[in-house]
């Protein structure tokens, strides 16, 4: 099923049109939750170095870590869709 997110701008007449489209678009969907998961993992691997530390805007440097990696996640959940 596609998550509703992606169609609550979509006039009810084309909702079914806009759906098909997306589902048809496998390789342009795969492609873009590959680039999201591999900017995650990449967000994953960057740990904190003590020098990041040493700096009095350390937690604003992992908050926004933190912001991105949420929002990467939040894509690749919009955009994977689930055999009905």
Same mark, same amino acid.
């Given at each position: 099923?596609?998550?509703?997110?992606? %169609?609550?701008? /979509?006039?009810?007449?084309?909702? +079914?049109?806009? $759906?098909?489209?997306l589902?048809? #678009?496998?390789?342009?969907?795969?492609? %873009?939750?590959? /680039?999201?998961?591999?900017?995650s +993992?990449?967000? $994953?691997?960057?740990?904190?170095? #003590?020098?990041?530390?040493?700096?009095?805007?350390?937690?604003?440097?992992?908050?926004?870590?933190?912001?991105?990696?949420?929002?990467?996640?939040?894509?690749?959940?919009?955009?994977?869709f689930?055999?009905?």
């Open positions: 099923m596609i998550n509703l997110e992606l %169609l609550q701008f /979509v006039p009810d007449d084309k909702k +079914k049109e806009v $759906e098909a489209t589902r048809a #678009s496998t390789t342009a969907v795969d492609t %873009l939750i590959k /680039v999201l998961t591999q900017r +993992k990449a967000i $994953e691997r960057q740990e904190a170095s #003590s020098l990041d530390y040493e700096s009095p805007a350390w937690p604003f440097k992992q908050a926004n870590r933190n912001g991105r990696y949420s929002a990467y996640q939040e894509l690749i959940a919009l955009f994977t689930k055999k009905d």
